[in-house]
């Protein structure tokens, strides 16, 4: 017990420091009051190296300056979109809700795996809904594409890139009909089983 008490003692102070980062840089943008022309709630800021929602009970829709040139108006729509669809599903609570059971249960590799899982299907399903509220998957794609590229480091909040290494699962999908879609629904429905099942398992067991 020694050893999960160190390991999710030091993933509590990691998900502290990340969310008061997060939480910091929307009080920053806000004041700054550099937005992004015709869209509320968008800001521009050079903190960031790709578009994100950061914060969770204070949200901003963030959008690097320094790159935000290199994309179409189409593609800056796009991204847009994305990030709403984001504050739509309520991801930011429920990021800082898995990120608190990753603490909890670190040592559990197929959990994460799974929680991996649900975060992939989470960035498809903003796609879809970003392309279904009338933005061209052809637009999203090439921000994507863009922006991974340019891609330095870590983010603060949800980024639009997520994992590199899925970037190219996501634009295949928006450019291609005949891909197959993540099943976003299934994962969802299948990680909220194994995480009652762990806590259920978990109290019993104290």
Same mark, same amino acid.
């Given at each position: 017990r020694a050893i999960w008490r160190s390991g999710a003692i030091v993933k509590f102070?990691?998900?502290a420091l990340s969310a008061e980062r997060s939480a910091s840089l929307?009080?920053?943008?806000?004041?700054a009051q550099h937005t992004c022309a015709g869209y509320e709630g968008v800001y521009l800021s050079d903190e960031?190296?790709?578009?994100?929602?950061?914060g969770v009970w204070r949200q901003a829709i963030v959008l690097p300056a320094s790159k935000i040139?290199?994309?179409?108006?189409?593609?800056?729509?796009?991204?847009?979109?994305?990030?709403?669809a984001h504050i739509?599903?309520?991801?930011?609570?429920?990021?800082?809700?898995?990120?608190?059971v990753q603490c909890v249960f670190w040592f559990n590799w197929p959990l994460l795996s799974l929680i991996r899982s @649900?975060?992939?299907?989470?960035?498809?399903?903003?796609?879809?809904?970003?392309?279904?509220?009338?933005?061209?998957?052809?637009?999203?794609g090439k921000a994507l594409a863009k922006l991974a590229i340019s891609k330095s480091g870590p983010a603060i909040g949800l980024a639009l890139?997520?994992? @590199?290494?899925?970037?190219?699962?996501?634009?295949?999908?928006?450019?291609?009909?005949?891909?197959?879609?993540?099943?976003? %629904?299934a994962v969802t429905v299948?990680?909220?089983?194994?995480? %009652?099942?762990?806590?259920?398992w978990t109290f019993a067991a104290m």
């Amino acid at each position: 017990r020694a050893i999960w008490r160190s390991g999710a003692i030091v993933k509590f102070v990691h998900l502290a420091l990340s969310a008061e980062r997060s939480a910091s840089l929307v009080e920053r943008v806000i004041q700054a009051q550099h937005t992004c022309a015709g869209y509320e709630g968008v800001y521009l800021s050079d903190e960031v190296d790709e578009p994100l929602t950061a914060g969770v009970w204070r949200q901003a829709i963030v959008l690097p300056a320094s790159k935000i040139s290199a994309l179409k108006p189409l593609e800056i729509q796009a991204v847009i979109a994305h990030e709403r669809a984001h504050i739509s599903r309520f991801d930011p609570s429920k990021n800082l809700a898995l990120q608190i059971v990753q603490c909890v249960f670190w040592f559990n590799w197929p959990l994460l795996s799974l929680i991996r899982s @649900y975060e992939r299907s989470r960035e498809f399903d903003c796609d879809r809904r970003a392309v279904e509220g009338g933005v061209k998957p052809t637009a999203l794609g090439k921000a994507l594409a863009k922006l991974a590229i340019s891609k330095s480091g870590p983010a603060i909040g949800l980024a639009l890139t997520g994992h @590199y290494s899925d970037v190219a699962s996501r634009i295949r999908e928006l450019t291609d009909p005949k891909a197959a879609a993540w099943p976003s %629904a299934a994962v969802t429905v299948l990680l909220l089983g194994v995480i %009652a099942t762990l806590l259920l398992w978990t109290f019993a067991a104290m």
